[in-house]
């Protein structure tokens, strides 16, 4: 690869892989740095809907990104236990790319699990539940390094009534 | 799970004395209850089933509620909101699925029934195989016994016995009035809505909404959080009092302390706009924060209205839906929105990603949880119970923190269910 090459997808593969990983991990502070300083990450209610202006299951800038994170490292009680996360990733495609902005398509489907009910009485605690949605990632090349200039995760079951998703997803 | 009770009666269920308050784990988790709730105070109430924003003209439609009925709430060709079942008079096949849309018949998918958007039957295909004069009792869906309409919210009732909308209200109607005049030309359009569904009695969220107690503990992280990043200040003291009202409905009322800096400004504006457009007085009483109870499915929260729709004993969905205030500026409507969409503040976000709720729901779950057991068989809800003051006939007022609201909701319930 050149300074300046266009994102393959292998390249696009690698990014998401990693970028998953460090959620998977736990290490959102490591995550929060993978975006641009003008960067989104949205999770839709609607597709198409103007999330200025209309709900949004999640539409963080990086300031509320911020305070997400910072949130989960409080006592958090719809995040006490923690998530458990494993992103698995597919369908990869690179669809445009140019030296300095790209754009990348995949799937994912997210295995979630709050542990620490060992009693079993908790709907929702030590129960699996899979979240399946499309992305699409908006990544720019910044001093050689290619960052997330917006991510969007359209949830399949997105504007049905959802249980507690206050995790990163 | 076995019943606690007998179906005769529930008033035993809820134990009142001068200084304690009490209601039965089983109000909670009993199916046979929950059954007769849907029965004596959903389809006998005055059940908020859409706004009139949604439906604004001949042919719109959105579905909705009542309990567990479900229903087509629509304007007509009168111009007219129509309530009526959302099931065909053939087989009961749900005639309708969608959100909302447009429609020029409600045709039923099964064998082609149709009806007007008014729910009067349109059509009953295969007239001639049907022996002469029959089906002419058919007349269309079956609507509901009653509808009403105030301020825009629709209400309707399976019951041709609930008062007049505006006596079911009684004194509430002050405060919903309040909530409504926000917007300067008096009303409002409700958007698209936030969705969430939690495992646990639907009364939990009713309960929830005007407990002004539990915010220091369950909210502790999300409050930190803002504080942190310099959007709230907790230094300011919460003040504010409780409501409740014959009738099951209640208020929490606090003062506007949760604008974020960078709003402020606009908050002040709008603030001054309210003063001149309704006088000094009257506009300090409405520009407060207030989660007003319409009994049983409706709040009236931060800009948004928030409805709660039970599906079994403990599984609730909640709507939220913002609010456009009509007739308000754009830059007020665009502040108000942007406190409400971004998480800067405590009326901020999600019912289930966001900062502030997010936690709630999971309190519920953990109340179900607890509750379950059936041998933890009492809940109180006493904070306050002394100092309880007699505004009217028909509306108490108690502290912030007073579990009042509350108590109010359980005493309309023993009402509906004794």
């Known amino acids: 690869m050149t300074r300046n090459s266009p994102l393959t997808r292998t390249e696009a593969e690698a990014f998401l892989y990693m970028e998953a990983r460090l959620i998977d991990e736990d290490k959102l502070e490591e995550w929060l740095t993978l975006f641009t300083a003008d960067g989104i990450y949205s999770i839709p209610s609607e597709e198409h809907a103007d999330p200025e202006a209309e709900t949004s299951i999640m539409y963080d800038d990086a300031n509320q990104r911020e305070k997400r994170v910072y949130q989960l490292r409080q006592k958090h009680l719809a995040q006490d236990p923690r998530s458990r996360t494993i992103h698995y990733i597919s369908n990869v495609e690179v669809e445009e790319t140019g030296p300095g902005e790209a754009d990348v398509r995949c799937n994912v489907m997210i295995v979630e699990m709050r542990p620490g009910d060992h009693q079993m009485l908790q709907p929702g605690l030590a129960e699996p539940r899979s979240f399946a949605a499309r992305c699409r990632y908006r990544l720019r090349r910044e001093q050689e390094v290619w960052r997330i200039a917006h991510k969007q995760v359209v949830l399949i079951n997105r504007d049905l009534p959802l249980q507690n998703i206050s995790f990163i997803l | ?418």
């Open chain 2, 1 to 418: 799970m076995a019943s606690h009770v007998n179906t005769s009666g529930f008033s035993g269920l809820v134990r009142e004395t001068p200084s304690d308050f009490s209601v039965h784990a089983s109000v909670y988790t009993d199916p046979a209850i929950f059954d007769a709730e849907m029965r004596n105070i959903f389809e006998r109430s005055w059940c908020y089933v859409g706004h009139e924003s949604e439906i604004e003209k001949p042919g719109d439609f959105r579905t909705s509620a009542v309990g567990r009925i479900p229903v087509i709430v629509s304007r007509g060709d009168d111009g007219k909101v129509h309530v009526n079942i959302n099931a065909c008079r053939h087989r009961g096949t749900v005639v309708c699925r969608e959100e909302h849309g447009n429609v020029r018949f409600f045709v039923c998918p099964y064998h082609g029934w149709s009806y007007h958007r008014d729910g009067s039957l349109n059509n009953i295909t295969d007239r001639d195989n049907f022996a002469e004069g029959w089906g002419t009792d058919i007349k269309g869906l079956v609507s509901a016994n009653r509808t009403a309409v105030y301020r825009g919210m629709i209400f309707a009732s399976f019951s041709d016995e609930v008062p007049p909308l505006e006596q079911h209200l009684g004194p509430l109607k002050k405060y919903v009035d309040y909530w409504f005049d926000h917007a300067l030309n008096g009303s409002v359009r409700v958007q698209k809505p936030w969705r969430a569904t939690y495992s646990g009695n639907w009364k939990l969220q009713l309960e929830n909404s005007t407990d002004g107690w539990h915010a220091r503990y369950v909210h502790i992280s999300a409050l930190k959080t803002l504080s942190q990043f310099g959007t709230y200040n907790p230094k300011v003291g919460w003040t504010g009092c409780t409501r409740g009202f014959t009738g099951g409905h209640g208020i929490l009322e606090r003062p506007r302390i949760d604008i974020p800096p960078d709003l402020q400004g606009e908050f002040d504006e709008y603030e001054r706009i309210l003063e001149k457009q309704y006088g000094e007085q009257r506009s300090k009483d409405m520009f407060v924060r207030r989660h007003i109870t319409l009994f049983p499915n409706l709040q009236l929260m931060e800009f948004k209205l928030r409805v709660i729709q039970p599906v079994s004993v403990n599984k609730t969905i909640v709507y939220e839906y913002p609010v456009e205030l009509i007739g308000t500026q754009e830059h007020i409507n665009k502040a108000i929105h942007t406190r409400l969409l971004k998480e800067v503040s405590i009326s901020s976000g999600s019912p289930v990603s966001g900062m502030v709720n997010a936690d709630d729901v999971e309190i519920f779950a953990r109340s179900q949880a607890g509750l379950t057991s059936g041998r933890m068989e009492w809940v109180r809800l006493a904070r306050g119970i002394h100092r309880e003051v007699a505004v009217s006939d028909d509306e108490l007022s108690g502290q912030d923190m007073d579990e009042l609201p509350q108590r109010s909701l359980y005493r309309e319930w023993v009402r509906r269910m004794g």
